[in-house]
């Protein structure tokens, strides 16, 4: 069927209390808004498309608020700015939830809008607009945003939005939201209202470290004789990755990285020793002498798992915000580490500032990303893709090109993924759940449309089946994109931990795949896609053909397709795999179900 569109010019004047709003979302260059329809807001859809010609911001159609939230997260991480994600009600805020907690954890910043129903009771429709209406809808979100307000007004609802862009661009990022009552929304106004100046309602120039504290801690640096920097949180920008080198370098310091923060160090430089908990990460952060953590995720517990349970002898020297986003109502702030040295700065003015006092030395000529070295089969055929065969032939299928993964499943090889630029890879979700890995990837190509790198989301089977209606508004917003599904027809994660109760029980472990398999169907990835208008290859169940595929896929995605590519892989994870996933005696194998 063929929809006639019939163009009409925009509206000019600002009538409405929903233009006002419009008008503010504009002077702040939020170029995209990512929704689903909901009459809760329905004054400022339409101001979006008849006031603003749906330009600055243009509005993303989604399929779940899940999605919107997520796209614009991915969007952030990216960009390191606020997207706009706009949710209806109650019922649309409920949806949106979990992607809010993962910007939360991920401290991505993100602008959200919600909605309300009429609060004045006179102005209800019956029934509808009184399950939608909320008395205090930012208490549904209040314990994983880092601000909300409910203004009264059109000026009010002006000034909230400037103050939530600010909250979340301030570091510690992070979401904010601000929620928009129906009235407030449809008010006709007397005349139109004049914008504040938002350039002086701009987030705050980033703290720096004292000047004593940043030769107190060179000191240290200069004195110790393993040095190790743990890096983790980071601008996602080459002047954050250049300086990092440099002071590397400079100070001839090994680096282990995290893959919950993505790329912070060339992977491929001589200094790098590994990435998280892996055994020679473990290995170097135990002989180090003197550790200095840039913001990473969990220090206490990394040092717990490296220490065995005894005191950690080096010296511990943190430069973290993120304490200012902790609250009592999550754990997501980890444990508390004993600290020689603790800085409330952000990681990168400290090494400005310690760079500075060396002299502002630049790194050294990148290196070239080569390829890692073919691993060693550890299938049961000459056919089956085992988890080793899978990371390699993803490593290898893309070795001298401009990638950004935006998603690496569990159990894959990390070592065999070369990262040498701060886009190569951006890191988890944050909140650790599923589903939040193609609208993440939708938002992070959003932001690379316009460049030449490539965005590749490499999920696993759950991820993508609670995700897949996000590849919609990617084709439909024409925003090209490679997905990669790792099909081991399982959560397999969850057999690991299966596995471990029935070991610790003396039970059989045979059993564990009941309740976890994703099979007898198993679902159709390649028919999911080809659903939502993208193009599916596969199964893949031969090893010798994953190359061809993803070729064929690079093609689509580089033609500004959507493509994705089901790949059977054995239910096992990599033996480089760190200690957290490998709870289980025997995780990297699994027994077939008789």
Same mark, same amino acid.
């Given at each position: 069927?063929?929809?006639? =569109?019939?163009? !009409?010019?925009?509206?000019?004047?600002? +009538?409405?209390?929903?233009? /006002? *709003?419009?008008?503010? @979302? $504009? &002077?702040?260059?939020?170029?995209?808004?990512?929704?689903?329809?909901?009459?809760?807001?329905?004054?400022?859809?339409?101001?979006?498309?008849?006031?603003?010609?749906?330009?600055?911001?243009?509005?993303?159609?989604?399929?779940?608020?899940?999605?919107?939230?997520?796209?614009?997260?991915?969007?952030?991480?990216?960009?390191?700015?606020?997207?706009?994600?706009?949710?209806?009600?109650?019922?649309?805020?409920?949806?949106?939830?979990?992607?809010?907690?993962?910007?939360?954890?991920?401290?991505?910043?993100?602008?959200?809008?919600?909605?309300?129903?009429?609060?004045?009771?006179?102005?209800?429709?019956?029934?509808?607009?009184?399950?939608?209406?909320?008395?205090?809808?930012?208490?549904?979100? =209040?314990?994983? !945003?880092?601000?909300?307000?409910?203004? +009264?007004?059109?000026?009010? /609802? *002006?000034?909230?939005? @400037? $103050? &939530?862009?600010?909250?979340?661009?301030?570091?510690?990022?992070?979401?904010?939201?601000?929620?928009?009552?129906?009235?407030?929304?449809?008010?006709?106004?007397?005349?139109?209202?004049?914008?504040?100046?938002?350039?002086?309602?701009?987030?705050?120039?980033?703290?720096?470290?004292?000047?004593?504290?940043?030769?107190?801690?060179?000191?240290?640096?200069?004195?110790?004789?393993?040095?190790?920097?743990?890096?983790?949180?980071?601008?996602?920008?080459?002047?954050?990755?250049?300086?990092?080198?440099?002071?590397?370098?400079?100070?001839?310091?090994?680096?282990?990285?995290?893959?919950?923060?993505?790329?912070?160090?060339?992977?491929?430089?001589?200094?790098?020793?590994?990435?998280?908990?892996?055994?020679?990460?473990?290995?170097?952060?135990?002989?180090?002498?003197?550790?200095?953590?840039?913001?990473?995720?969990? @220090?206490?517990?990394?040092?717990?798992?490296?220490?065995?349970?005894?005191?950690?002898?080096?010296?511990?020297?943190?430069?973290?915000?993120?304490?200012?986003?902790?609250?009592?109502?999550?754990?997501?702030?980890?444990?508390?580490?004993?600290?020689?040295?603790?800085?409330?700065?952000?990681?990168?003015?400290?090494?400005?500032?310690l760079l500075a006092e060396l002299?502002?030395?630049?790194?050294?000529?990148?290196?070239?990303?080569?390829?890692?070295?073919?691993?060693?089969?550890?299938?049961?055929?000459?056919?089956?893709?085992?988890?080793?065969?899978?990371?390699?032939?993803?490593?290898?299928?893309?070795?001298?090109?401009?990638?950004?993964?935006?998603?690496?499943?569990?159990?894959?090889?990390?070592?065999?993924?070369?990262?040498?630029?701060?886009?190569?890879?951006?890191?988890?979700?944050?909140?650790?759940?599923?589903?939040?890995?193609?609208?993440?990837?939708?938002?992070a190509a959003l932001a690379l449309?316009?460049?030449?790198?490539?965005?590749?989301?490499?999920?696993?089977?759950?991820?993508?089946?609670?995700?897949?209606?996000?590849?919609?508004?990617?084709?439909?917003?024409?925003?090209?994109?490679?997905?990669?599904?790792?099909?081991?027809?399982?959560?397999?994660?969850?057999?690991?931990?299966?596995?471990?109760?029935?070991?610790?029980?003396?039970?059989?472990?045979?059993?564990?795949?009941?309740?976890?398999?994703?099979?007898?169907?198993?679902?159709?990835?390649?028919?999911?896609?080809?659903?939502?208008?993208?193009i599916g290859i596969g199964p893949?169940?031969?090893?010798?053909?994953?190359?061809?595929?993803?070729?064929?896929?690079?093609?689509?995605?580089?033609?500004?397709?959507?493509?994705?590519?089901?790949?059977?892989?054995?239910?096992?994870?990599?033996?480089?795999?760190?200690?957290?996933?490998?709870?289980?005696?025997?995780?990297?194998?699994?027994?077939?179900?008789?």
């Amino acid at each position: 069927m063929t929809t006639t =569109r019939t163009e !009409t010019p925009k509206v000019t004047d600002m +009538g409405w209390g929903s233009d /006002a *709003v419009a008008a503010v @979302l $504009r &002077a702040l260059d939020l170029k995209y808004a990512a929704l689903v329809p909901g009459a809760s807001y329905r004054g400022l859809h339409d101001s979006i498309v008849n006031y603003l010609g749906n330009e600055n911001p243009q509005m993303l159609l989604c399929l779940h608020e899940e999605h919107s939230v997520a796209i614009a997260q991915g969007y952030a991480k990216i960009t390191g700015k606020p997207m706009l994600a706009v949710v209806h009600s109650n019922v649309g805020l409920m949806h949106a939830s979990m992607a809010i907690f993962n910007a939360w954890c991920d401290r991505a910043p993100v602008l959200i809008l919600g909605a309300n129903g009429p609060i004045d009771a006179q102005k209800r429709r019956p029934w509808i607009d009184w399950i939608h209406t909320t008395q205090d809808m930012g208490n549904l979100v =209040r314990n994983f !945003t880092k601000w909300d307000d409910t203004p +009264g007004s059109p000026g009010a /609802a *002006v000034d909230s939005i @400037l $103050r &939530a862009y600010q909250i979340a661009s301030t570091l510690p990022h992070g979401p904010a939201i601000v929620f928009l009552d129906a009235d407030v929304q449809e008010q006709k106004l007397s005349a139109p209202l004049a914008l504040p100046p938002v350039a002086k309602y701009a987030p705050p120039d980033e703290p720096a470290p004292t000047p004593a504290d940043v030769k107190r801690v060179l000191a240290a640096l200069k004195g110790a004789r393993h040095l190790v920097i743990l890096a983790g949180r980071g601008a996602r920008t080459t002047e954050a990755w250049d300086a990092r080198v440099a002071l590397a370098e400079t100070l001839n310091a090994g680096v282990v990285t995290q893959s919950l923060t993505g790329a912070t160090f060339p992977t491929n430089h001589p200094l790098h020793l590994g990435q998280g908990r892996s055994k020679a990460a473990s290995a170097a952060l135990r002989d180090a002498d003197v550790i200095l953590d840039l913001d990473s995720v969990d @220090l206490a517990g990394t040092i717990k798992s490296i220490a065995g349970g005894k005191p950690l002898e080096a010296t511990v020297i943190s430069a973290s915000m993120d304490r200012y986003m902790h609250r009592g109502w999550n754990m997501d702030y980890q444990g508390l580490p004993a600290l020689d040295i603790n800085l409330a700065a952000p990681p990168d003015a400290l090494v400005d500032q310690l760079l500075a006092e060396l002299g502002n030395p630049k790194p050294k000529p990148a290196l070239k990303n080569g390829a890692p070295a073919p691993k060693k089969t550890n299938g049961t055929t000459d056919t089956v893709i085992g988890i080793d065969e899978f990371s390699d032939a993803m490593s290898t299928a893309f070795t001298g090109m401009e990638v950004c993964f935006t998603r690496l499943p569990l159990g894959v090889n990390e070592a065999d993924f070369v990262f040498s630029h701060p886009l190569d890879y951006i890191g988890g979700d944050g909140g650790g759940g599923i589903g939040s890995g193609l609208g993440i990837a939708v938002g992070a190509a959003l932001a690379l449309r316009e460049t030449s790198r490539l965005p590749v989301c490499i999920t696993g089977d759950g991820d993508f089946l609670m995700g897949n209606t996000a590849l919609w508004t990617a084709v439909q917003s024409k925003i090209p994109l490679l997905v990669i599904v790792a099909n081991n027809r399982s959560y397999f994660n969850d057999e690991v931990h299966q596995e471990r109760m029935a070991v610790v029980r003396s039970r059989p472990v045979e059993r564990k795949w009941i309740g976890q398999r994703i099979d007898d169907p198993p679902p159709d990835m390649a028919g999911f896609a080809r659903a939502q208008g993208a193009i599916g290859i596969g199964p893949i169940t031969d090893r010798a053909k994953i190359a061809a595929a993803v070729a064929e896929g690079i093609k689509h995605a580089k033609a500004g397709k959507v493509c994705v590519i089901d790949v059977i892989v054995r239910p096992e994870y990599s033996a480089n795999t760190g200690p957290d996933v490998q709870a289980a005696p025997s995780a990297r194998t699994i027994e077939e179900r008789g």
